[in-house]
């Protein structure tokens, strides 16, 4: 069964797309949607070997071989501009996302939906989109094995001046919060605007494992200990800060 990680992401690709599932590992995701028929043609690249090899014996054994196209290669290197509607990009940090996408930036002609799902550091998967020609069109945070996951629903800017109306009248909610846009990126405009539970549990975890590592830091010390103690000890009161703002 696919994890409700891998479902949630699943979701966001619209029938009948071709997919790109970058770091794709065994394929499980466009094996999941090619058999369903909910792709027309899913290509899954993978940079190293092993996952390669994992990937295309999935392919075979499901039968797919015409609608999953395996390839080995770094990023958006194994796409050719144009071939594909719908990027997914699942279960690496935020920096090599926002790193993939910036090196591909050429094979994106043709994209129009990104479904990102950062395991750390969402806030440079958000940053990265803002800077380009792309808009948030939906996000979702969900736990699973109690870990927190976010996914990033992302459409041209172009495409979405309906969508982008949304927003900025998110962004007046949010304002009335007195939320900054550095508080919008890291927690998620859409996400705050929901305001679900879970995301609630998430930054009070979050807020658990801050406290674990300011118990774990030496009380007195150096001055550059001192200082990461104040740091850490504002960014917990801004986090606190924002969830009181929105209960
Ligand atoms: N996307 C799957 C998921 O969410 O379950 C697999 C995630 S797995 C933790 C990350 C995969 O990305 C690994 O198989 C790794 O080899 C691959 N990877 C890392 N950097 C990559 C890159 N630059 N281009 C393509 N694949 C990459």
């Known amino acids: 069964k696919l994890s409700k990680r891998l479902q949630t992401i699943a979701g966001y690709v619209p029938a009948g797309a071709r997919l790109a599932d970058i770091g794709s590992d065994h394929a499980l995701l466009p094996v999941y949607l090619a058999e369903r028929g909910r792709v027309?043609?899913?290509?899954?690249g993978e940079i190293n070997a092993g996952p390669r090899e994992a990937a295309e014996k999935q392919v075979k054994e499901a039968g797919l071989a015409a609608v999953v196209s395996v390839r080995q290669g770094d990023g958006l290197a194994v796409i050719a501009p144009n071939e594909i509607d719908v990027v997914t990009i699942a279960g690496m940090g935020g920096s090599l996302i926002s790193h993939i996408l910036e090196e591909g930036k050429g094979k994106l002609a043709g994209v129009s939906r990104l479904v990102l799902?950062?395991?750390?550091a969402e806030d440079q998967v958000r940053r990265w989109l803002l800077a380009?020609?792309?808009?948030?069109?939906?996000?979702?945070?969900?736990?699973?094995?109690?870990m927190f996951y976010e996914?990033?629903?992302?459409?041209?800017?172009?495409?979405?001046?309906?969508?982008?109306?949304l927003l900025y009248a998110r962004k007046t909610l949010d304002d009335s919060l007195?939320?900054?846009?550095?508080?919008?990126?890291?927690f998620g405009p859409i996400l705050i605007d929901r305001a679900d539970e879970v995301l609630f549990r998430k930054w009070e975890s979050e807020l658990e494992k801050l406290d674990k590592i300011m118990d774990g830091m030496s009380q007195g010390g150096t001055e550059a200990a001192f200082q990461r103690r104040t740091e850490l000890m504002a960014h917990r009161n801004r986090i606190k800060e924002v969830m009181n703002c929105l209960q």
Not at 117 to 120: D, F, G, L, S
Not at 132 to 146: A, F, H, I, N, Q
Not at 178 to 186: D, W
């Open 151 to 165: 996914v990033l629903c992302a459409g041209r800017r172009s495409d979405s001046a309906e969508r982008n109306k």
């Open 40 to 44: 027309s043609f899913a290509v899954a």
């Open 178 to 186: 007195a939320l900054e846009s550095e508080e919008l990126i890291r």
């Open 117 to 120: 799902q950062p395991n750390v």
């Open 132 to 146: 380009g020609d792309w808009v948030l069109e939906d996000e979702s945070v969900l736990e699973e094995d109690g």
